[in-house]
T-cell receptor
Framework: GQQVMQIPQYQHVQEGEDFTTYCNSSTTLSNIQWYKQRPGGHPVFLIQLVKSGEVKKQKRLTFQFGEAKKNSSLHITATQTTDVGTYFCAGGRNDYKLSFGAGTTVTVRA | EADIYQTPRYLVIGTGKKITLECSQTMGHDKMYWYQQDPGMELHLIHYSYGVNSTEKGDLSSESTVSRIRTEHFPLTLESARPSHTSQYLC?????????????FGPGTRLTVL
């Protein structure tokens, strides 16, 4: 079945630094969605990318969808303590459901 | 913020008990989902529904069952809980979207079976 892999599993970041988390699929995706889950919380939708090569920005977050629609990345600039949490990518499947990656758990050193 | 509710938030029970996890949404969404998530792991789809009287098994085999008698309500039942059922259970609903719906998650139920 369709698998979505995320790396790294853990990201420890100094406050103010930038980092990137990556999402890779074994098959072509119809779209990619990103969710954020705060510690002890539930996933909250951040964004959806549909087009090949699409780039979207939300303040300090930049999301990219690869040209082949098999990979995606999330880049966060000037990390803040509010960025703490687990970021999940979810690939849209042919059956219109989502396959979630294992997530990247971000911790921030003040 | 989406209006989707789950009760209880935390549940600790003994082996062999029957339990029902409640999920309700007030957004009128036709599609609803149940995911199972172990700590630090991905979400696994265990059940979904496309509307009233529609229920399907998800990707991960589960001994739980679901029902969808009303649009807003999608309860999950375990007839006989076991320690292997210990996990977090997340309910979600989605509005129509292309090419894939955006999903709204409830706060989750953390289940511990002793």
């Amino acid at each position: 079945g369709q698998q979505v892999m995320q790396i790294p599993q853990y990201q420890h970041v100094q406050e103010g630094e930038d980092f990137t988390t990556y999402c890779n699929s074994s098959t072509t995706l119809s779209n990619i969605q990103w969710y954020k889950q705060r510690p002890g919380g539930h996933p909250v939708f951040l964004i959806q990318l549909v087009k090949s090569g699409e780039v979207k920005k939300q303040k300090r977050l930049t999301f990219q969808f690869g040209e082949a629609k098999k990979n995606s990345s999330l880049h966060i600039t000037a990390t803040q303590t509010t960025d703490v949490g687990t970021y999940f990518c979810a690939g849209g499947r042919n059956d219109y459901k989502l396959s979630f990656g294992a997530g990247t758990t971000v911790t921030v050193r003040a | 913020e989406a209006d989707i509710y789950q009760t209880p938030r935390y549940l600790v029970i003994g082996t062999g008990k029957k339990i029902t996890l409640e999920c309700s949404q007030t957004m009128g969404h036709d599609k609803m989902y149940w995911y199972q998530q172990d700590p630090g792991m991905e979400l696994h789809l265990i059940h979904y529904s496309y509307g009233v009287n529609s229920t399907e098994k998800g990707d991960l085999s589960s001994e739980s069952t679901v029902s969808r008698i009303r649009t807003e309500h999608f309860p999950l039942t375990l007839e006989s809980a076991r320690p292997s059922h210990t996990s977090q259970y997340l309910c979600a609903s989605s509005e129509q979207g292309q090419p894939t719906d955006t999903q709204y998650f409830g706060p989750g139920t953390r289940l511990t079976v002793l």
